[in-house]
């Protein structure tokens, strides 16, 4: 199984690496489109602003290569994001897989606090990547941008200050707008379900 | 549902071992900080922090050490701190897997620090630690682990703070910091309040109640505490349980 790992500025990616190796894959980093292409599954992962992320991935050719795979491929996060239409982060074009736009939360009360950073439940479980995984689990979130409900998309619901799409699905592309790499063991199993499609 | 109250365990590490005794068994070593930690996670601890309290160039590389091994083997977010003085130490951190760092002394004394960090990092990675103390004139702020007294008052420096791009403030308040008679509660609500970021209480904890009036009186966003985990003297699942019968949002 060779799991290609999308390799750009878009931070944090050595924890997915270390929860890949947790579960017994040895991922590939990688910015280089042939091994990306060859890889079974791709993941795109992100942390960080989407701005000069999309302008760090078309300067290299990379948002066409992952619009052009054929096989799993996994965002997270900011990966989830850019794999939509457009985000209102940076007034940015994405990558296009998904035709949603992405949004800032406006809080609605003094307790919603933006960036939302901590443990929420998701709900309206929908995909085989959340076999073994119940309603109102808790999944790890870390975000100020969100992608809106789609009722052909969203696989997976998380509410805060408005209910939105936790994790989204259309062919071959997954998403998670939440950190399975940093959400204990039910992310450890989400990753695990990614791996086996 | 909506965001869950964090439970947050504190482990302080001197030259890559922890430093209170614990009462956990089958720990194949009592002072392994990554293994403590794993064992926290499994049972429901929502992050970790973890304190390094070495003085020594040699105990900071172990540090940095132990926090590659943390990340390669726990599947939570965790925090480090204790001695960080400058950008490159966060850096350092950070590339060892750390999620957040949590910055002290060294911010109050040169608060460009928080600065530094957040417009690299953003402000998510950045906790700003305050030690506190309730004194005749108010609540100010404390230097070096509460030796040295400053002039900055504790709502001024945090707004400070948040406005430089602190992603939250871990607020312990020496006045209750080890007495186990609950946390700062009132002070918690003011800072609450007054601050647009996370709040995590420290300091007080001495049972189940106290927790959950953190999150009721105090409203703060997660809790923190030491001893009373180490000790065995609270369980996580038994608190965690509790706080989520009476009414509190936690992840089970």
């Known amino acids: ?197 | 549902m909506s965001l869950a109250k964090r439970i947050i365990p504190c482990l302080d590490v001197k030259n890559g071992e922890t430093v209170k005794g614990t009462n956990f068994v089958n720990l194949r070593s009592a002072g392994d900080p990554v293994e403590l930690g794993k064992i926290y996670s499994e049972n429901g601890a929502d992050e970790i922090v973890f304190l390094d309290i070495t003085a020594s160039f040699e105990g900071r590389k172990t540090f940095v050490e132990m926090v590659s091994r943390v990340a390669q083997e726990v599947n939570i977010p965790f925090t480090v701190g204790g001695g960080i003085n400058q950008l490159e130490d966060v850096t350092n951190l950070l590339n060892a897997g750390a999620d957040k760092v949590s910055v002290n002394s060294a911010a109050l004394r040169r608060p460009e620090l928080i600065s530094e960090i957040t417009s690299l990092y953003g402000s998510q990675v950045c906790v700003c630690a305050i030690d506190a103390r309730m004194d005749e004139d108010g609540w100010h702020c404390y230097l070096n682990g509460g030796r040295i007294r400053t002039e900055h008052g504790l709502f001024e420096w945090a707004k400070e703070a948040q406005e430089r791009g602190a992603g939250e403030i871990l607020f312990t308040s020496m006045n209750h910091d080890g007495v186990k008679t609950g946390y700062a509660n009132e002070a918690l609500a003011r800072l609450v309040d007054e601050l647009s970021i996370p709040v995590i209480a420290s300091g007080g904890a001495g049972e189940m109640q106290h927790f959950k009036d953190a999150f009721t009186i105090g409203k703060a966003d997660a809790a923190l505490a030491a001893s009373v985990f180490h000790f065995g003297e609270i369980s996580i699942p038994a608190l965690k349980k509790y706080l989520s019968n009476e009414g509190i949002n936690i992840r089970l």
Request: glycine letters at 6%.
């Open chain 1, 1 to 197: 199984m060779k799991v290609a790992i999308v390799k750009y500025n878009a931070g944090n990616i050595y924890s997915v690496v270390n929860a890949l190796r947790r579960i017994g894959i040895e991922p590939i980093l990688t910015d280089n489109a042939e091994q990306i292409r060859n890889a079974d599954k791709v993941i795109f992962p992100g942390q960080g602003e989407a701005k000069s992320a999309m302008e760090y991935l078309r300067a290299r050719g990379l948002d066409s290569v992952i619009r052009s795979l054929k096989q799993p491929v996994l965002g997270i996060c900011v990966g989830q994001q850019l794999l939509c239409r457009h985000s209102e982060e940076g007034d940015t074009d994405c990558i296009g897989i998904f035709p949603m736009e992405v949004k800032r939360f406006c809080p609605t009360c003094h307790e919603e606090k933006i960036p939302q950073m901590g443990w929420n439940s998701i709900t309206d479980l929908k995909s085989l990547l959340f076999d073994n995984v119940m309603e109102n689990d808790y999944v790890y979130f870390v975000h100020s941008y969100y992608v809106p409900l789609h009722k052909d998309y969203t696989i997976a619901t998380v509410d805060f200050t408005l209910p939105y799409s936790a994790a989204i699905h259309t062919e071959n592309f997954y998403a998670t707008q939440f950190h399975p790499e940093k959400s204990g063991d039910v992310g450890s199993r989400i990753l695990e379900n990614f791996i086996k499609l």
